[in-house]
Nanobody
């Protein structure tokens, strides 16, 4: 299975931006649909965004639509999440994951990174 490592998290003020990266290694990255999920303290993990194998199809949660953009570079085997207009409620650990279908359900993702912390101060 593919191995995934996230980076790019940090502390940012409300209204600011961050770009998360997810570096993949192992089997062919372009074989997988990819997604971003997040989990805030005391809350369940929630879907953020997903992208098809070559980027033609994307899906976003209503909470981030219009503010976040998911993209991928298959040549670099890297997934990205550009986050703009960040809000304190975006504070969470963000994880990338790989699936065999374009899906919003976390149970459909078979490979996960460990996550990167994003903290948005008010």
């Amino acid at each position: 299975q593919v191995q995934l490592v996230e980076s790019g998290g940090g502390l940012v003020q409300a209204g600011g931006s961050l770009r998360l990266s997810c570096a993949a290694s192992g089997p062919t990255f372009s074989d997988y649909r990819m997604g971003w999920f997040r989990q805030a303290p005391g809350k369940e993990r929630e879907f953020v965004a997903a992208i098809s194998r070559y980027g033609a199809s994307k899906s976003y949660s209503d909470n981030v639509k219009g503010r976040f953009t998911i993209s991928r570079d298959n040549a670099k085997m890297t997934l990205y999440l550009q986050m703009n207009s960040l809000k304190p409620e975006d504070t969470a650990v963000y994880s990338c994951a790989a699936a065999n279908a374009l899906t919003v359900r976390d149970e459909d993702y078979h490979s996960w990174g460990r996550g990167t912390q994003v903290t948005v101060s008010s």
